[in-house]
């Protein structure tokens, strides 16, 4: 008896990108300007050192973000300078509201005000409940919260080590009653 050759394991295709003659993977992607996954990561987690003139930019913009919220009567602002620290930001600002339809009047405002000054939205998370509103605008990502919710995350506390910028704030925006709710 004649032993029968083993089967050949079958090849599996290679993926493709869609286009004929073009396979998908690393090589093929660089050459369409894709970047793998991993250089990506790589790149957002990579410190990003600006200029002094970036970073009085960055200041002033976090500045006026802060007095946009202001005028929509946001109380307690915090201005905290994470340029050392994060790479995806050079400041976060924190400000509350007395109530969810105040946390979105203020993000709306702040919104429109620094679209005024030329700078473009590029994330907006957590609006639609109106407890917490976030808003990325490159350099400075301002968040926006209904008071106790403020306290409940406590972002504050994830950055203590983190310099604050000193504020001008007028006392109105620092009033809370004594059982810690946020009064007028």
């Known amino acids: 008896m004649k032993k029968k050759p083993a089967p050949k394991p079958k090849r599996k295709a290679p993926k493709t990108s869609g286009k ?8 093929a992607a660089a050459g369409r300007g894709v970047v793998p996954a991993r250089a990506r990561h790589a ?8 200029s002094p003139q970036e970073q009085r930019e960055a200041l002033a913009a976090a500045r006026a973000a802060i007095d946009a919220a202001l005028a929509k009567k ?20 924190i400000v509350s509201g007395r109530s969810d339809r105040q946390v979105e009047a203020i993000a709306d405002h ?3 005000a620094m679209r005024e000054r030329g700078r473009r939205l590029l ?6 409940n109106g407890r917490w509103a976030l808003l990325d605008f490159g350099d400075v990502v301002l968040h926006v919260f209904y008071h106790p919710v403020r306290e409940i995350f406590d972002i504050e506390s994830l950055w203590i080590d983190a310099p604050r910028v000193k ?8 009033v809370i009653a004594s059982d810690g709710a946020v009064g007028s």
């Open 20 to 27: 004929p003659g073009r396979r998908a993977g690393p090589k």
């Open 43 to 50: 790149e957002l987690t990579k410190p990003v050192s600006s």
């Open 74 to 93: 946001a109380l307690l602002p915090v201005l905290i300078d994470v340029s050392g620290r994060a790479s995806y930001a050079d400041y976060i600002a």
């Open 110 to 112: 702040v919104s429109q």
């Open 123 to 128: 994330g907006r998370e957590g609006t639609r």
């Open 167 to 174: 504020l001008q704030v007028p006392p109105e925006a620092m």
